[in-house]
Nanobody
Framework: VQLQESGPGLVKPSQTLSLTCTVS??????????WNWVRQPPGKGLEWIGA???????YYSPSLKRRTSISRDTSKNQFTLQLSSMTPEDTAVYYC????????????????WGQGTQVTVSS
């Protein structure tokens, strides 16, 4: 399974970030993986943002739930993150990743990762 993130590298404060993950080598409708968005701010650890499963059910981090929406396009085998009201504190490398766990809490709980995309929030 391969994952590839795409989206803007620079976002202005208060704007909504939209990132897309394109999956190849496996279907996002297969009943096994949860399809996750994870981020790592500079100098900090991984932070789980949320996930969507094979049937389209979504799961969000409580701390980000108010600003997060994850959706999918099964015809393109893609899933998308939207994070609203961006601030400089949201600056991070954003990853999409596949996990067999609904709310993975450690790096080794993910089976597959995208390469990551740097997102900077600045005016």
């Amino acid at each position: 399974v391969q994952l590839q993130e795409s989206g803007p590298g620079l976002v202005k404060p208060s704007q909504t970030l939209s990132l897309t993950c394109t999956v190849s080598g496996g279907s996002i409708t297969t009943n096994y993986y949860y399809w996750n968005w994870v981020r790592q701010p500079p100098g900090k650890g991984l932070e789980w943002i949320g996930a969507i499963n094979y049937s389209g059910s979504t799961y969000y981090s409580p701390s980000l739930k108010r600003r997060t929406s994850i959706s999918r396009d099964t015809s393109k085998n893609q899933f998308t993150l939207q994070l609203s009201s961006m601030t400089p504190e949201d600056t991070a490398v954003y990853y999409c990743a596949a996990s067999a766990y609904r709310t993975p809490t450690a790096r080794d709980m993910y089976g597959y990762w995208g390469q990551g995309t740097q997102v900077t929030v600045s005016s």
